[in-house]
């Protein structure tokens, strides 16, 4: 960063509490009842669609259901199941955005970073840690 010409901590620290204060707007302003009850709306279809999906299933295997076509029944829960991976797929995605999913995977990403770094950086006081050409000391 000193290369950028942030050479001072103090100026560094306010960009980091301006980008947080950015974040912290953007997500508030995102959050509006129309989206809330979009949300809502996306939740209850995944329940009504597990819900009668599990309910097929427990009448097929019950005897309830006379299967006269092997065929069309795969055909149908190959259906089925990707209705369930779409509906759950957009399901997840609704929650991650009401609690912040892509901010915690960003701070875990940086987290993790920092430790292999860490851990894989090369030491005098090691021996044998790699070093940038490749080879150990």
Known sequence: MAEAGFKDKEALAALAVQEQTLYVQDTA???????FWLGVVILATFAVVVFASMYGAYALLAGHVVVENAALVGMVAGFVGTVIGYVSANAQQ??????????GSETKTDAMAAAFTQTFSPTPDRPGSPTPGGNTT
């Open 94 to 103: 609704v929650v991650g955005f009401f609690y912040g999913s892509s901010k």
């Open 29 to 35: 302003n995102a959050r509006n009842d129309k989206v």
